[in-house]
């Protein structure tokens, strides 16, 4: 690898669904580090049964952790959700001004001064992960401020701890942090190893492998968006077996 | 001439206090929008009914709604002259009028739901071509500045018959692919998205051709009945004729598609499809716009168009307008509404509402969504803008020809207003 110039590396993230426990860590980690006012929520984590998709069945209930099914044959299983940062992104074909825009590293990023909230992009995503600033942010009195700093990749500010009012915001991978060789935050939070960050055009990266070979699949892959996010799905015990 | 100078002097005192009430009615009601739009220019959007899970709400339905409106008058104006329909060549101007005032009402509707109304021009500067609001935003400009031509065109035409007879036939050739690439282009910023399943349908053009039809029609029918009302002109029996069968066959067809869609969601029970439908079906939480949308908007104003006994009453024409108006709007309210409250992840929390208010939670399952009278003010505001648009554009082209009562009454208007100008 070291031998290829101008090498751009392809971040991808593989979150283990058997290791979520549902805690929230990588969503507060997330709320604190990127300095989210109260009600945002780039990162959440929805209760669900195993390998299920998105949408193949109703809902349990309208609460969180609530198991399907009736004691003792219930199941529970956890998906965390932020933006898939989409290779082929239905947020990116939308935007009438090239305010969204994918990084040849596969990150996708809002230029927060180019933005003019007409929210299309909020109607175009599968996921339902992007967040608008309604109003003027509010925030729980001695907060944690996080990064702190404006981020600009080149010319584009795509991220600002003071929040314009009426532009749109989302998951960013931690791109200040990913641009200088540390991992998103929800990586280093998550306290069981469940997130797994790397590069996709290294062969021995980890995610490589779970990529590759190891079953990772995407979240909605009949509506070939392609995301850069990819899930572990639940490996389930037989009955019988130990 | 001497019934002219008869005629206008008593019209004058006596339409002069009506409409300076309705003036200042409409003015009050601008005043009202500008404030409200103020008031959220201040506050932000959090000023609305919308968040994160319903994030388009009245604007964008009142948009979609308005360009529907501006559909009649053209297709009306150009149909007269591509298909031959003498019977409402009469209605040309008044129908171009509206086609121009819809579509300027619709786009200023979208101003309002920007979050940063000022960096509009961004669209300009960095156009992405691949985003159908970029196409919607070209559309509804040339459709704007073609209204006002054709406008301009069927003046001059109305003075100088035989000179601007032919450029009048252009006009109407461009303008009817002109009016269906407008509501093909509006349709395709739903109709496009993968992302919601009740959007994502290649029925959505034509069903937005056919409402708009629809829709327009019946404005373009009321605002006629209208100047008979308070212009003292009648419409001859044959332009009503015409209208009535624009708007009962393009309801029939309307009702048909919207069925043609709902068979297909509930023969294939695919559950994100289901889910979306079941809330607009009787028995959910919107059915009420299922009722207006085929018994108010539909079954109603079909009885009063097709049936013999019914279509006579004095009021049928301008009560089905009304109602299929009505219906019209609930569709649209169904369509960009249940887009958003039906649930991406059908699994709990549901996705964040992005403001924090301590008594609820910050996420939804199934979204909530109620216009604040903020949206309603400026919509409100928006309307009256368009009214008064109307008026002016009514009074100041003299459309005294407009709707005559027969051959004879045309031929003497015509020569009349001839001879006047």
């Given at each position: 690898m070291a031998a290829k110039n101008n090498y751009v590396p392809h971040h991808v993230m593989v979150v283990d669904t058997n290791r979520?426990?549902?805690?929230?860590s990588c969503a507060f980690a997330c709320k604190q580090i990127n300095n989210e006012p109260l009600g945002y929520w780039w990162n959440r984590i929805l209760t669900t049964a195993p390998n299920q998709s998105t949408t193949a069945k109703a809902p349990a209930s309208d609460n969180l952790d609530v198991p399907w099914g009736t004691y003792p044959d219930c199941e529970l299983a956890y998906l965390p959700v932020a933006c898939q940062h989409c290779n082929d992104a239905p947020c990116v074909k939308v935007c009438p001004v090239q305010a969204t825009f994918r990084r040849d590293d596969g990150t996708v990023l809002i230029d927060f001064n180019r933005c003019i909230g007409c929210r299309y992009c909020m109607a175009a995503c599968p996921y339902g992960v992007r967040i608008f600033n309604w109003g003027d942010a509010q925030y729980a009195p001695g907060g944690v401020v996080g990064y702190g700093k404006e981020y600009w990749t080149g010319d584009r500010?795509?991220?600002?701890?003071?929040r314009p009012k009426g532009v749109v915001e989302k998951c960013t991978f931690c791109v200040e942090r990913i641009d200088v060789g540390e991992e998103p935050y929800c990586v280093v939070a998550c306290p069981m190893g469940a997130r797994i960050f790397g590069d996709l055009n290294d062969p021995e990266s980890q995610v490589s492998e779970f990529v590759n070979s190891g079953g990772a699949e995407q979240l909605h892959p009949e509506l070939g968006t392609n995301p850069n996010v990819y899930y572990l799905p639940v490996a389930r015990r037989v009955p019988g077996e130990s | 001439m001497a019934t002219t100078t008869a005629a206008l002097p008593a019209r004058a005192t006596r339409t002069f206090r009506p409409i300076w009430a309705w003036y200042a009615a409409l003015v009050a009601l601008m005043a009202w929008g500008l404030g409200a739009w103020i008031d959220e220019l201040h506050?932000?959007?959090?000023?609305?009914?919308?968040?994160?899970?319903?994030?388009?709400g009245m604007y964008i339905f009142t948009f979609a709604f308005f360009i529907g409106l501006s559909a009649g008058g053209l297709i009306m104006a150009s149909s007269a002259e591509v298909f031959g329909i003498k019977a409402l060549r009469p209605l040309s101007r008044l129908g171009v009028l509206s086609a121009a005032a819809c579509v300027a009402v619709a786009a200023l509707m979208i101003i309002p739901d920007l979050g940063k109304p000022i960096r509009i021009i961004n669209i300009f500067i960095h156009p992405n071509w691949t985003s159908p609001l970029i196409w919607d935003i070209l559309i509804i400009t040339v459709y704007f500045v073609f209204s006002v031509v054709d406008l301009y065109v069927l003046q001059r035409q109305a003075a100088e018959p035989s000179r601007w007879r032919k450029v009048m036939r252009v006009m109407a050739y461009v303008g009817l692919p002109t009016a269906i690439l407008l509501h093909s282009v509006t349709a395709w910023i739903f109709g496009l998205q993968i992302a919601r399943s009740w959007w994502n349908t290649s029925l959505m053009a034509p069903l937005f051709v056919v409402s708009a039809v629809l829709s327009g029609t019946a404005l373009v029918t009321l605002l006629a009945l209208c100047a008979e009302r308070y212009g003292k002109i009648e419409l001859a029996e044959d332009t009503r004729r015409w209208l009535r069968g624009f708007i009962t066959v393009s309801l029939i067809i309307d009702l048909f598609f919207v069925g043609c869609d709902y068979i297909t969601v509930l023969w294939g029970n695919v559950p994100s499809d289901r889910s979306a439908l079941n809330l607009v079906l009787p028995g959910g939480p919107w059915a009420w716009l299922f009722w207006v949308e085929w018994i108010v908007g539909g079954v109603i104003p079909l009885a009063f168009l097709v049936v013999p006994r019914l279509k006579k009453l004095p009021g049928a024409l301008g009560l089905s307008a009304v109602l299929v108006i009505v219906g019209v709007y609930a569709f649209r309210i169904e369509l960009v509404v249940l887009g958003f409250v039906n649930p991406l992840t059908q699994y709990p929390p549901g996705n964040a509402v992005g403001t924090y208010n301590p008594a609820t939670s910050s996420f939804q399952l199934i979204g909530r969504y109620h216009p604040t009278w903020v949206e309603i003010g400026i919509v409100l505001g928006l309307v009256a803008l368009f009214a008064a648009l109307v008026t002016i554009g009514y009074k100041s082209l003299h459309v005294i020809e407009s709707a005559p009562a027969g051959e004879h009454r045309a031929k003497a208007a015509i020569a009349e207003t001839t001879a006047g100008s």
């Open positions: 979520c426990i549902g805690c929230w500010l795509v991220f600002t701890p003071e | 506050y932000g959007l959090a000023a609305t009914g919308m968040r994160d899970v319903v994030s388009w």
